[in-house]
């Protein structure tokens, strides 16, 4: 093994760390436009750093292979290196759920709808999905059970909240006209209410890196 090789993993993970800290800020943004239900925000969340995510995936990525090419990795290496492999595309799947959802949420306050039935839902929805890219950011450092279990912890309650977003929002169908309203709100929240899956599938992934095979139930 070639002297640097822990140099360049360390600087893949740090890349990888950025690419969360862009996501995290991209959502942070959406949550004042949610709470001041004002449009600039979605705007800066989408426009901000989270524009220049997919060339650095593209880039982290690149590097994944000269390393592999490189230095030919054995065992424990090699695995951390597919599991960084994997963990960009999760972080772009976050960065464009992100995007579908502060603009679609733009274009719903726009329109004028009435969201004080949900809002205080979506809020907590979005503090759901910031705790776990908070906690995935910080997996980077120092992953543990405990870690994970508060990942899981954190995707069922974003499953809870969406239930009951959608119970509220189809409770509130009362005509033809605001139909279409109410599902294009749905599907926005929907976008949003991935968000936790994709950071408990790296959450998967840095113990596959760390440990290889699966969580197992005891997790």
Same mark, same amino acid.
């Given at each position: 093994?070639?002297?640097?090789? #822990?140099?360049?993993?360390?600087?893949?993970?740090? $890349? /990888?760390?950025?690419?969360?800290?862009?996501?995290?800020?991209?959502?942070? @943004?959406?949550?004042?436009? /949610?709470?001041?239900?004002?449009? #600039?925000?979605?705007?800066?969340?989408? @426009?901000?750093?989270?524009?220049?995510?997919?060339?650095?995936?593209?880039?982290?990525?690149?590097?994944? *292979?000269?390393?592999? &090419?490189?230095?030919?990795?054995?065992?424990? $290496?090699?695995?951390?290196?597919?599991?960084?492999?994997?963990?960009?595309?999760?972080? =772009?799947? *976050?960065?464009?759920? !992100?995007?579908?959802?502060?603009?679609?949420?733009?274009? =719903?306050?726009? &329109?004028?709808?009435?969201?004080?039935?949900?809002?205080?839902?979506?809020?907590?929805?979005?503090?759901?999905?910031?705790? !776990?890219?908070?906690?995935?950011?910080?997996?980077?450092? !120092?992953?543990?059970?405990?870690?994970?279990?508060?990942?899981?912890? @954190?995707?069922?309650?974003?499953?809870?909240?969406?239930?009951?977003?959608?119970?509220?929002?189809? %409770?509130?169908?009362?005509?033809?006209?605001?139909?279409?309203?109410?599902?294009?709100? =749905?599907?926005?929240?929907?976008?949003?209410?991935?968000?936790?899956?994709?950071?408990?599938? *790296? &959450?998967?992934?840095?113990?596959? &890196?760390?440990?290889? %095979?699966?969580?197992?139930?005891?997790?």
């Amino acid at each position: 093994m070639l002297p640097n090789f #822990d140099q360049k993993v360390n600087e893949i993970r740090k $890349d /990888i760390v950025t690419m969360g800290e862009f996501v995290l800020s991209s959502f942070e @943004e959406s949550l004042n436009g /949610i709470k001041d239900e004002d449009v #600039d925000h979605f705007r800066v969340a989408r @426009e901000g750093n989270i524009k220049h995510l997919t060339y650095m995936a593209d880039s982290v990525d690149n590097n994944i *292979i000269v390393a592999l &090419a490189l230095y030919s990795p054995e065992a424990g $290496d090699l695995r951390e290196l597919i599991a960084l492999l994997k963990i960009t595309n999760e972080l =772009i799947r *976050i960065a464009e759920a !992100s995007k579908k959802f502060s603009r679609g949420m733009q274009e =719903i306050v726009e &329109a004028g709808s009435d969201l004080s039935s949900i809002k205080q839902y979506i809020i907590e929805l979005h503090l759901v999905s910031i705790r !776990s890219l908070k906690l995935v950011i910080e997996s980077f450092k !120092s992953f543990s059970q405990e870690t994970y279990r508060a990942i899981h912890i @954190e995707e069922e309650k974003s499953d809870e909240i969406f239930s009951i977003i959608q119970k509220e929002v189809l %409770g509130s169908i009362n005509g033809d006209e605001l139909t279409a309203t109410y599902i294009k709100i =749905i599907k926005t929240i929907k976008k949003h209410e991935r968000v936790t899956d994709h950071c408990e599938n *790296i &959450a998967k992934l840095l113990h596959y &890196a760390k440990e290889g %095979g699966k969580i197992g139930a005891n997790y």
